[in-house]
T-cell receptor, first 109, second 113 residues
């Protein structure tokens, strides 16, 4: 079966750095996505990786290793507004998105 | 440009009834995907439409169906509602199948009583 694993919950301090990991086992691979979802709101796009390596976008970076079936989302200079759920999703060989259950990130002052 | 619009935002239905949810994608987007989101389960893929054709379908019973119109607007229908169908239903629009970014609507919160 297809599976996406990410930690259920993480806690970090305002101003710090946090890394959210995602491991996947899917039927084929056509890209990996990270989305942010605040409580009661729609998911919003953060990043897309299809090749190995690091993609940087402001305070957020995403890394992919296809050989290891592994990705991480790195958030720097954490702000209170970063408290949200972070969703990892992989597009499989049928171009269907397989989603992880999400990581709830709690930021403390 | 306008975002993805889902209607209605909230819905309360009784077991056994049927419901139709609507999704209007971003102008120019031809692909619409539907997801069910429940606490602890994450997003579960329902189906994807592109140019009025269903291209992908998730592992949901036949009570869940959908369609897409020529203007790319999409509807999903759930018949014979069960309590377990209570969830947030999200749609996402994108330019095409090999997109690098998809945009979600605010969702329809369905409660079955």
């Amino acid at each position: 079966g297809q599976n996406i694993d990410q930690p259920t919950e993480m806690t970090a301090t305002e101003g710090a750095i946090v890394q959210i990991n995602c491991t996947y086992q899917t039927s084929g691979f056509n890209g990996l996505f990270w989305y942010q979802q605040h409580a009661g709101e729609a998911p919003t796009f953060l990043s897309y990786n299809v090749l190995d390596g690091l993609e940087e976008k402001g305070r957020f970076s995403s890394f992919l290793s296809r050989s290891k079936g592994y990705s991480y989302l790195l958030l720097k200079e954490l702000q209170m507004k970063d408290s949200a759920s972070y969703l990892c999703a992989v597009r499989d060989s049928n171009y269907q998105l397989i989603w992880g259950a999400g990581t709830k990130l709690i930021i403390k002052p | 440009k306008a975002g993805v619009t889902q209607t209605p935002r909230y819905l309360i239905k009784t077991r056994g009834q049927q419901v139709t949810l609507s999704c209007s994608p971003i102008s120019g987007h031809r692909s619409v995907s539907w997801y069910q989101q429940t606490p602890g389960q994450g997003l579960q893929f329902l189906f994807e439409y592109f140019s009025e054709t269903q291209r992908n379908k998730g592992n949901f019973p036949g009570r869940f169906s959908g369609r897409q119109f020529s203007n790319s607007r999409s509807e999903m229908n759930v018949s014979t509602l069960e309590l377990g169908d209570s969830a947030l239903y999200l749609c996402a629009s994108s330019l095409g199948q090999a997109y690098t970014e998809a945009f979600f609507g605010q969702g329809t919160r369905l409660t079955v009583v």
